[in-house]
């Protein structure tokens, strides 16, 4: 009892945005006509997805104390790719979501190397090239539109039983074995699965240590001989890889691609937000993707609400306001608490 109590003294961020999401799930379900049934779970999953990966990517910039301006735009330039490629025979879609993952991961290196070897902020370099990605995004659709393999988006969007019925495994989903797990929304498992696959084994390595260390200490960091510039180009990489996640379920999701610069930059600012609410300090050093996961969910949640309590659409963006700013102060209250203390051993 004494370690579960330590741990949550030490991520009070994190478990406070795991408290807050359920509190949010559950009266929302209560108030909802169809709440705890696999249907909404499935229709808010889908919605959750975008704004999980795009908040993931942020927040490997932010553990190093810096901000990724361009993974908004990232992602609305994979959304666009996958919309041109991921279509055709099995082989040709594999290679295109391949296409797609790799350009957006690309993306994340040049962002990498402009901020290492260019000295450059991250914030200044990633503003310049986040216009750089909207810009080949418009280049590619300059008009909403597209084609996505029918299969696919329904295989990707819907219960895990469509996947196997649309695919022919597990007997089309009638085996027995397999009837516990029918109803889990793929969405769900595709963003869970990513983070757990890729995050946890990054964290857990020297260079994700070592991002760490810079967020925390980077002269400390550089003075311990740990790979500074390695981890920095590795760390907008891997950004650039979830922001293209992103891109890629949207254009599945939608069955389309759309270069929309306000979507973008919505989704840029939400992920910071989503960043600060799961516990990740603006400072750098604390904090994690799967933080910054349940941070994204509660303002996906927060959005079912205006649905469900029918909020005049010329209020939502006030509410929705609000709430960044609300989680965007937070973030500043910690980051000063942190500064003050600090103060007092000069």
């Known amino acids: 009892m004494t370690g579960l109590r330590r741990a949550i003294a030490q ?16 009266f929302y379900n209560l108030l909802h006509p169809r709440g705890f049934s696999a249907a909404v779970l499935v229709q808010n999953a889908n919605e959750s997805v975008a704004i999980g990966f795009v908040a993931m990517a942020q927040t490997v910039p932010v553990l190093m104390g810096g901000l990724d301006l361009s993974v908004g735009a ?18 040709q879609i ?17 962002n990498g190397l402009v901020v290492v070897y260019g000295r450059i902020q991250p914030i200044i370099a990633t503003l310049a090239t986040g216009a750089i990605a909207i810009g080949l995004a418009l280049v590619i659709r300059p008009q909403p539109g597209g084609e996505i393999d029918d299969d696919l988006s329904w295989a990707l969007t819907n219960q895990l039983v469509d996947f196997a019925d649309t695919y022919g495994i597990a007997g089309g989903g009638e085996a027995w074995w397999f009837a516990p797990f029918a109803p889990i929304p793929v969405p769900l498992l595709i963003l869970v699965g990513i983070a757990l696959l890729v995050w946890i084994p990054f964290r857990r390595s020297v260079t994700g240590r070592t991002v760490y260390a810079i967020g925390s200490a980077e002269g400390a960091a550089y003075m311990s001989g740990l790979p500074i510039a390695r981890a920095k180009i590795a760390a907008f990489t891997l950004a650039g890889f979830f922001a293209a996640c992103g891109g890629l379920y949207l254009a599945i999701q939608t069955s389309s691609g759309n270069a929309d610069v ?6 840029t600012l939400n992920s910071i937000a989503a960043v600060v609410l799961g516990g990740t300090s603006l400072l750098g050093g604390i904090g994690g993707a799967i933080g910054s996961l349940v941070g994204a969910l509660i303002l996906r949640v927060i959005s079912f609400y205006f649905r469900i309590l029918s909020i005049d659409p010329l209020l939502q963006p006030l509410i929705e306001g609000i709430v960044l700013l609300a989680a965007v102060s937070l973030g500043a209250i910690r980051t000063l608490r942190v500064k003050n203390r600090l103060e007092l051993f000069r």
Do not use: D
């Not at 991520?11 to 799930?25: E, I, Q």
């Not at 992602?75 to 099995?90: D, F, K, Q």
């Open 262 to 267: 306000t979507q973008a930059g919505t989704y």
């Open 94 to 110: 594999v290679l295109g979501m391949v296409l797609t993952l790799a350009a957006g991961t690309a993306f994340g290196l040049m």
């Open 74 to 91: 990232v992602m609305t330039l994979t959304n666009c790719i996958a919309s041109e490629v991921v279509s055709g025979s099995p082989a």
């Open 11 to 26: 991520n009070r961020g994190f478990a406070g945005a795991c408290l807050m999401l359920v509190l949010l799930l559950l």
